[in-house]
């Protein structure tokens, strides 16, 4: 059976059938699955009944894995997940929802701001692989946003304007927009929230396209003042998530959804998570390279 | 001649004809203005060259002037205006034609207008109208964006009416520059201390409900700070949907005056550092909002 892609947008974001992810697949299945993402850049599967081990076996498929940077800036002892499953859920290292006050709680609420994942890394997420195995009542949803059509719509004169600048990101600016403040990540991963550099214009590898590689860990543009950087980027992160670029997850169990980090950014909605349990998995694959040169040993 | 207004968008915001306000008002004219207010929450008024003086003396009209926050932290030497009540909306370097340079620490602190915000809720006393003058206009960019927060207000759903009903927030101008990565350094504490306002209010003579939103704020009373902001950041952005909002693009003598206690506004970007762009506020106290006293709030 051949997998068969259905447009969810008129510009990206694929629901794709005919292919249960949990058994070891063919290398035209994993050409077709790549080849889709070129061209939606996200795609959702249904009733895709993974377990951890399953889930990182099919994530293999596309590449080397990321270490979770939530794991990495936690101890042994608080993690629920192996350290290359981000733990994308109100659970703690018990399965117990936690607490209003709860300091991971807190951090996540990040999330809701709209961002690329691990581009505070300097060579950042290209995949991100995203399985549901718990979903709320209401609320949750994650939404995406189409870089490559957002650059698209850019006038020439902010193309020009762009074409060139290297941002700065780090985990630590994302979450200061929400008075999360460096401290709160703990001494011992201080070392983690070094700003590294991207290119704000990226060009697809394999289509060629341009898009916005834009983030809510951005802190400034290199050689800008911050506060002038700063109103910027919320211009141009308000242009690019205009809701003609958008596509809105419903999420249902078992559902695994897969973006490229290099042509959209993405955000969690809000959803009862102090009473009603959330527990989605992700994991997520390493870019190829740098997008641009570091100045510095980077996190 | 009467005053005639036109309506410029679906939901509020009008355009006022038919008046000189360069001249003392009537009583009528004055009762005119206000109803139009009421009823638009924005109002301009093309082809009005006010002086300074008549811009006072027209704002006056309209209640007690504020004394902008910006003009109390600077030294007289570096104000622009005599006027204290003259609030600088302009580029320029102090009494100089010169334009502030890149990382002047003014247009820094001024770069935070591009949020969303309403003028002094960092006040315990917020401003109610505020009235700016263009008197020099880029050629490109520059607009300011309104938006209506009483239209937000009726378009969210009954489980977020509910929520939102009876939450306070905590405001001061260091939370809207914070957020650009400007620290505000001031010598009085009084200036930058948090001070708390109903995230819900009512109008006192339309009786209309308004999401009193701005980027000045911090905080919910008694939420995690990160929960709040989150929170507020996703009521902002409902409530300046496209639909609820209206661009002004200036041209040279206009006066526009909107109710901060019914509408948000922004600056859009424009060449600043190429450009002259110099408009002049003033600032009405708000009153009669359905802030329970206000002034004891303040004090924490």
Not at chain 1, 273 to 294: E, K, N, P
Request: glycine content about 6%.
């Amino acid at each position: 059976m051949t997998i068969t892609i259905t447009p969810l947008h008129p510009d990206f974001a694929g629901d794709v059938a005919g292919i249960d992810l949990t058994r070891p697949l063919t290398a035209a299945q994993v050409a077709a699955i790549e080849a889709g993402m070129d061209r939606y850049a996200v795609l959702v599967f249904h009733d895709q009944h993974f377990d951890d081990d399953t889930q990182l076996a099919f994530s293999r498929n596309f590449g080397e894995l990321e270490v979770s940077s939530g794991a990495e800036m936690s101890k042994p002892e608080e993690r629920r997940l192996k350290m290359e499953m981000a733990d994308i859920s109100n659970l703690d290292q018990h399965n117990r929802l936690r607490p209003a006050d709860d300091r991971k709680r807190l951090g996540a609420l990040g999330n809701r701001l709209w961002h690329s994942d691990a581009s505070f890394r300097a060579v950042p997420a290209k995949y991100s692989l995203l399985s549901a195995r718990v979903v709320p009542g209401k609320g949750g949803n994650t939404e995406f946003a189409d870089m490559r059509a957002a650059y698209d719509a850019l006038d020439d004169a902010t193309k020009a304007e762009i074409a060139d600048l290297i941002t700065e990101h780090s985990n630590a600016y994302s979450r200061e927009q929400i008075g999360y403040q460096k401290v709160d990540y703990g001494a011992d991963y201080q070392d983690k929230l070094r700003p590294v550099r991207h290119r704000l214009v990226r060009t697809h590898p394999v289509t060629g396209r341009k898009s916005l590689y834009l983030s809510a860990h951005i802190g400034t543009i290199v050689g800008w003042p911050v506060p002038e950087a700063r109103a910027f980027i919320r211009d141009l992160t308000e242009h690019a998530t205009q809701p003609q670029f958008r596509h809105v997850h419903e999420w249902k169990a078992w559902d695994l959804v897969i973006w490229d980090n290099r042509t959209t950014m993405h955000r969690a909605r809000r959803y009862d998570d102090l009473h009603d349990v959330r527990d989605l998995r992700r994991s997520t694959i390493r870019g190829d390279g740098v997008t641009v040169a570091q100045i510095q040993q980077a996190a | 001649m009467a005053l005639n207004i036109r309506p410029v968008h679906p939901v509020f915001a009008g355009e006022v004809t038919g008046i000189d306000i360069c001249q003392p008002l009537s009583r009528d004219q004055v009762a005119a203005i206000e109803a139009g207010m009421d009823r638009y929450a924005v109002l301009t008024f093309p082809d009005q060259p006010l002086t300074d003086d008549q811009q006072v003396v027209f704002s006056a009209n309209f209640g007690e002037l504020e004394i902008p926050l910006a003009a109390q932290m600077a030294k007289p030497e570096a104000r622009r205006f005599d006027k204290l009540e003259l609030g600088d909306i302009s580029n320029f370097d102090g009494k100089t034609d010169n334009l502030r340079a890149r990382n002047d620490s003014r247009r820094m602190y001024a770069l935070a207008n591009r949020l969303w915000h309403s003028d002094a809720s960092f006040r315990a006393v917020g401003a109610g109208y505020t009235l700016l003058h263009s008197r020099i206009v880029p050629s490109k960019g520059g607009n300011t964006e309104f938006a209506d927060m009483r239209a937000a207000y009726d378009a969210l759903d009954d489980a977020t009416k509910a929520e939102v009903e009876n939450l306070t927030t905590e405001h001061s101008i260091v939370f809207s520059r914070e957020q650009i990565g400007f620290e505000v350094k001031s010598d009085d504490a009084s200036n930058v201390r948090p001070v708390k306002h109903p995230l819900v209010v009512t109008h006192p003579v339309t009786g209309r409900k308004s999401l009193y939103l701005s980027s000045h704020i911090g905080g919910i009373v008694g939420w995690p700070v990160p929960e709040a902001r989150a929170f507020i950041r996703d009521l902002t952005e409902h409530a300046t949907q496209p639909r609820f909002v209206y661009s002004h693009k200036w041209r040279v003598n206009e006066m526009v005056m909107w109710d901060n206690r019914m509408v948000m506004h922004r600056a859009t970007r424009f060449n600043d550092l190429k450009e002259q762009r110099d408009l002049r506020r003033t600032s009405i106290k708000g009153v009669g909002l359905a802030v329970e006293d206000a002034t004891a709030m303040a004090a924490e």
